[in-house]
């Protein structure tokens, strides 16, 4: 049985993974690797893993992503010119137009498409971009995915399941 | 259909909104009457990728790309009332946009494809302003989130914002998720915004839904205070602002909207998640956000119709025109539905705005068709949602104001621009 980590792990790698806000970071503290497991709800099968890309900003589809080279063009997002290519996406969830799922879909014919999702807000533009580009993808979990996972993260995701477990390395 | 005695497209169709459904945690499907979206729409990265030619496309590109469909299938004629929204070439004005032959041809060719098959070829973003105006209550499948939240908002009809995948599916089977704007506990309001100054003009009704998307995201908002009673011009240029900013498909409007005849009625006798008001302040930090775009008061284009330009606004935008003549810096588009164009031929409005130097097109815009004239630097603008939108897409600056500011910059090459 898999040990549902999450909450466990949360109380240990929290005072050192985000800091708490609390004193600055010395070299001294070492962050051992961890594993952290998040349960939610299947929205597409299939499973995937890879690097972490994470933002707070939800995404627009069509006319907030350059669909020829996967990457973020929103003014002023979070994400402005990085490419979602071969990442796990986490990310609150859609906005904007309703071409939105066309707009993801033509990712996957250009082989620029992320390799999962991991959000919370459900919404039928994300339910549909995420069916048509044939991806594992996640929502509604029993931990905030933003609040757990960071930027760089090896995230693997078993849509099937929905589950989604976050590997941290050690990091000095 | 799903076991394919309806023919191999409703199968694929049923398929496809079976997935989808799973995906929203769907439970059922309603029977849709009232379908809009973009059948089939090519592009050069699909005929390429398909490797077709607009000729023999568009049941590969249905089946493929709209059906999701690893099979190409023979796409039969539409079994509800379907039409189709705005695409990205102008018939007559292909020239005007920069579009070359191909890109006309491969728009005809679909778009003969789609009518042959029953799909009303409406090519706007504004189908209730065009002749599909469906009644309340009626569960639609619509795209183009401006349409959405008009249809839901304005005219108490059902929809979600559909994608190009799911409106081509339910155009073959009049199915569609049951899930949240079809249902009536999802139509209620969750954030109340209190309006403390006065909103009356189209410039106020597109700052206060932008404010509102921005505040509010997915989530549906019941405005009250000093709102009057807006038209529908006001209606669709504060939807599309809203839907731009955040990801609004419904609002209420007390004493306005078909839903919302008492606050308590639009809450659903619930209290709000939030309240929110919005006064002086946060008007004027919305007008400052949506000309954040632009430094440069030289204005070398002017783009009104977005959504596309009602008759009454090509009336205003004739009047505001008329013997007058563009500045020789300065060029004008006024995008509007081919409907709506013919009746303001009829009307003689088309031929102020030639004889001013403004060109009138139609199916598309901007954004969409990714066209500018060239050498554009900076552009103005009196719709929210186009701000919002083609400054990122063409990379360059945007002014937004009233339609009479952006008639004042065609005519003089400035801009002149004044937060209310």
Known sequence: MTKLSGTILDGECRPEGRGAGTGPRTSAIVREAITITLRGRKVVGGYAEGEALVTRDTISGWGGINPMTGTVIETRHELRGQTFKDKVLVFPGAKGSSGWSAAFHVTRITGTAPKALVFNEMTTKIALGAVVMRIPSVTDFDQDPLEVIENGDWVKVDGDRGIVEIHRGPRG | ?420
């Open chain 2, 1 to 420: 259909m799903l076991d394919g005695r309806e023919g191999k497209a409703r199968q694929k169709a049923m398929d496809l909104l079976v997935r989808y459904g799973e995906a929203l945690g769907a439970e059922r499907f309603v029977d849709t009457t009232n379908v809009a979206g973009v059948p089939a729409y090519y592009s050069p990265v699909l005929l390429d990728y398909y490797k077709v030619t607009p000729d023999d496309a568009y049941d590969v590109i249905y089946s493929r790309f709209d059906l999701d469909s690893d099979e190409v299938v023979e796409v039969p004629r539409v079994m509800v009332n379907s039409c189709a929204l705005q695409g990205g070439v102008d018939a007559e004005g292909w020239k005007t946009l920069g579009k070359n032959y191909d890109a006309l041809r491969m728009s005809e060719q679909s778009e003969s494809a789609s009518a042959a098959r029953g799909v009303r070829i409406l090519k706007t973003c504004t189908p209730y302003l065009a002749g599909n105006v469906p009644k309340q209550g009626e569960h639609c499948a619509w795209m183009e989130s401006s349409a959405v939240v008009y249809c839901n908002s304005v005219l108490g009809a059902r929809t979600n914002t559909e994608g190009r995948e799911s409106t081509s599916a339910a155009m073959l089977t009049g199915k569609i998720p049951d899930y949240g704007f079809h249902r009536d506990d999802f139509r209620v309001a969750t954030h109340h915004i209190q309006v403390e100054v006065p909103v009356e003009s189209m410039l106020d009704w597109g700052m206060l839904g932008y404010f509102i998307g921005a505040e509010v995201g997915e989530r549906i908002p019941v405005v009250t205070g000093r709102i009057g009673r807006p038209d529908l011009i006001r209606h669709k240029h504060f939807g599309a602002a809203a839907a731009s900013s955040g990801g609004v498909e419904m609002y209420h409007l007390v004493g306005v909207t078909p839903e919302a005849e008492t606050l308590e009625q639009a809450l659903g006798a619930r209290l709000p998640l939030e309240f929110i008001p919005y006064g002086k302040a946060e008007q004027r930090r919305t007008y400052e956000e949506l000309n954040s775009k632009a430094r440069d008061t030289n204005v070398d284009f002017v783009m009104l119709g977005c959504p596309h330009a009602a008759l009454e606004q090509l009336r205003e935008i004739a009047g505001l025109l008329d013997g007058k003549r563009l500045s020789e810096n300065c060029k004008l588009w006024v995008f509007t539905s081919r409907a709506i164009k013919v009746e303001a031929e009829a009307s003689g409005y088309v031929g102020v705005i030639r004889a001013a130097g403004g060109v009138v097109l139609t199916d598309t815009c901007s954004s969409i068709a990714q066209a500018v004239p060239p050498g554009t630097k900076v552009v103005a603008l009196d719709s929210a949602k186009q701000t919002h939108y083609l400054p990122a897409i063409m990379g360059i600056q945007a002014w937004f104001g009233t339609t009479a500011d952006c008639i004042n910059a065609a005519l003089t090459g400035r801009w002149n621009g004044r937060a209310p």
